[in-house]
């Protein structure tokens, strides 16, 4: 099967400018996962609810009524009486939910890793939390995209900035095992399904981008669907 979920994070990089101060790029990417635990087809209660539009995405990613931090990718029981929609090209609804079966959470270290992990880490543990306030049983998934590219170009309106190696603008490659260490060590555990997807993009013309291994991410992803799935047929 094509995972559009590794689609989607493709198409964020290639052939195009990254702007990482984008809101909506996590979203973009956490609601692929849906579709392709849909299409995978392990978990027969998923499937079932998904194509009776029990369950669905919610676009505003929380629980009526909870307060919680808003994750990228929220995905549980429509509110009774509530309309859901189903948008051209998607199988899985979407609507305002009650509870929380399935949450999922996508940062992306782009390049300034060492500026960035503390924060980063704290609120993935934060949000690995906040989606259990929706529901005790739910499934928290992280995934965490790592770039390990040469060098790297940022953009912030007409300014850019391009790595050079030096402290201040260390290289992606030069941060990139330390980084996914340091995750996995202090933030892993608290999340059910942990998937890093290590690629490479300059962010430089023509925007190319890689996998570092386009077949173990592969692996790595279809092997966490089928987690998730097996999760989720034995919690809900």
Not at 9 to 25: C, D, N
């Amino acid at each position: 099967m094509e995972f559009r979920l590794l689609d989607r994070f493709r198409g964020l990089f290639e052939g195009k400018v990254y702007l990482h101060r984008s809101s909506k790029l996590g979203d973009l990417v956490a609601q692929e996962l849906y579709e392709d635990l849909y299409t995978l087809n392990r978990s027969a209660k998923l499937r079932a609810r998904i194509e009776a539009g029990s369950r669905v995405i919610n676009p505003l990613n929380g629980s009526v009524g909870i307060k919680a931090r808003r994750g990228d990718g929220t995905f549980g029981e429509l509110v009774p009486r509530a309309v859901a929609r189903r948008d051209e090209g998607w199988t899985v609804a979407r609507g305002p939910i009650a509870t929380v079966e399935i949450g999922a959470e996508v940062k992306i270290f782009a390049k300034a890793m060492g500026k960035q992990i503390g924060r980063v880490m704290t609120v993935l543990a934060d949000q690995a939390t906040h989606f259990r306030k929706g529901g005790a049983s739910a499934i928290s998934v992280a995934v965490v995209g790592i770039n390990s590219a040469e060098r790297y170009t940022s953009f912030e309106g007409e300014k850019r900035w391009t790595t050079d190696g030096s402290g201040g603008y260390r290289h992606p490659g030069q941060e990139a095992e330390r980084t996914e260490q340091l995750l996995r060590q202090d933030v892993q555990a608290k999340f059910d399904h942990f998937l890093v997807l290590r690629f490479k993009a300059t962010n430089e013309p023509p925007f190319p981008f890689s996998w570092v291994d386009a077949k173990q991410a592969e692996l790595e992803y279809g092997a966490i669907l089928t987690r998730i799935s097996l999760d989720y047929e034995a919690r809900f």
